[in-house]
């Protein structure tokens, strides 16, 4: 008979191997991706050449630094990647690397990514696991003798925020484009046909439903089936094949890898000790088992009240966009921050007009010059970015044109996962007039039919 669970249970001391394990794996490759920023240029490209960055609500205090400074930063977070996987200084190494790496993210809002946004949640979940109590050199350097144990909240956690990631975005692919359609998927596919190899296979007509399913399936029963004994094994061949077709077939950089190696958090806890013993024909003593403490601290409580209180707020920050009305793929009112990934093909081509209200005087607004590539392609599938956009137009032609009161407004003709094309927003808002906030905006227009009407 099972007995009842009590709060002491959370703090049982388990095996700290296999969190030892990700702590590495988590630094290494957070290190690594700062490498590939500045190998491929990225802060000159996403950065340095804008004169504008958008931001996110409530983060408009959030900017890139002046060079060499926004470099710097990114070092710094290879730095403390690094610190972290050697398990050097590692509470004050994994607090550094959350906040530098939350400021990198947080800098241009046209980067965003849910990957990027996991790897912050899972850096500032990093500073509360004690993942540095094995094969770390904090142990040797301050000769630490406790056992090699965390309490087991700390395995749970993660589990619980992986596995969330995995639901929501099975439950995001539950839409007509993606399992009627098959699309955008199936349009990704078919492009990428004149890829050695693997183009023949992309260019067959079944493998975007193919993809489509597999995917909804994948994200669906992942969790469950690494949790269970007896698919555990095959749960990470299926997600070991599922994330290398990732990196194969999309360029998502170190997300494949990364989600490999968090797969093995769902394992038992002394694995890593298991497999080495097993690699090497060594005898690995285990750590013994303990029991819960007879009773808990005020400040033991107190973590877990704050971890109650963020695992609710994970599970519930995804359903907001039910809050807002039409289809969320087209307004993006809830998209972020709600593990709605790879569900979505926007384009879109915009043009703003500035008008002098007591001339009636209208401009269209010339502002290629003012951004790079990527901030005017994906700034006009998000109606916050056009705000922004409005209020740095109006900014710009106030000193141009020495007149105070200007309005601005959008032709954002938009069309979603290729089917047919309309008007994002109203183009009678001013969208100079308009502020970033949370409630429903009303001068977001409804999503037009699916697909292209038949002739």
């Known amino acids: 008979m099972i007995r009842n669970l009590t709060l ?48 996110y609500n409530f983060f408009t205090w959030v900017r890139p630094l002046p060079e060499p400074w926004t470099t710097i930063l990114h070092i710094v977070v290879g730095i403390f990647g690094i610190l972290v996987a050697l398990g050097l200084f590692y509470r004050f190494a994994a607090a550094g690397l959350c906040l530098t790496y939350t400021y990198t993210f947080l800098m241009e809002k046209c980067n965003y990514n849910n990957h990027y946004y996991l790897m912050c949640l899972l850096a500032g ?30 395995v749970w956690l993660l589990r619980f925020q992986l596995g969330l990631v995995y639901f929501y975005a099975a439950i995001a692919k539950i839409n007509y484009d993606w399992m009627v359609r098959a699309e955008p998927i199936s349009r990704w596919l078919s492009s990428r046909s004149d890829r050695p190899f693997i183009g023949p296979v992309m260019a067959w007509e079944p493998i975007g ?14 969790a469950p089936a690494l949790l269970w004994k007896p698919t555990r094994k095959y749960a990470f061949i299926a997600a070991a ?5 990732n990196s194969i077939v999309f ?57 109650a209180f963020y695992c609710l707020l994970q599970a519930l920050i ?47 607004a010339d502002v290629q010059d003012h951004f790079t590539a990527q901030q005017i392609r994906n700034h006009s599938k998000d109606p916050d970015m056009l705000i922004q956009m409005g209020h740095f137009i109006a900014d710009i032609y106030r000193r141009r044109e020495g007149i105070e009161n200007l309005e601005v407004r959008a032709e954002a ?19 100079a007039a308009q502020r970033l906030g949370l409630l429903p905006k009303p001068w977001i227009l409804e999503r037009p039919p699916r697909e292209p009407p038949n002739r």
């Open 8 to 55: 002491r249970d959370f703090y049982r001391p388990v095996d700290v191997a296999s969190l030892a394990f990700w702590r590495i794996a988590f630094g290494l490759l957070m290190a690594w991706d700062m490498v590939k920023v500045l190998q491929f240029e990225e802060i000159r490209i996403y950065y340095a050449e804008a004169e504008y960055h958008f931001s």
């Open 125 to 154: 979940l990093m500073i509360l696991i004690p993942a540095h109590r094995a094969w770390s050199l904090d142990r040797i350097l301050f000769k630490d003798k406790r056992p090699e144990t965390a309490p087991v909240w700390g």
């Open 241 to 245: 094949l599922f994330h290398g077709t």
């Open 413 to 431: 003709n938009l069309r979603l996962n290729y089917g047919t094309t309309g008007l994002l927003v109203d183009p009678d808002v001013d969208l």
């Open 318 to 364: 995804p359903f907001r966009h039910h809050l807002y009305p039409g289809d969320v793929a087209w307004t993006e009112e809830g998209h972020q921050w709600s593990w709605r990934m790879k569900l979505r093909s926007k384009d879109a081509l915009v043009r703003y007009f500035v008008t002098d209200p007591a001339t009636g005087l209208t401009w269209v």
């Open 209 to 222: 439903p193919l993809f489509a399913y597999s995917g909804f399936l994948f994200d669906l029963l992942i």
């Open 251 to 307: 360029d998502i950089g170190i997300f494949p890898a990364l989600a490999l190696a968090a797969t093995s958090i769902f394992f038992e806890p002394d694995w890593p000790r298991r497999v080495w013993g097993t690699l090497t024909r060594q005898f690995i003593p285990r750590v013994p088992e303990e029991r819960p403490p007879d009773r808990l601290l005020g400040r033991q409580k107190a973590l877990l009240a704050f971890l």
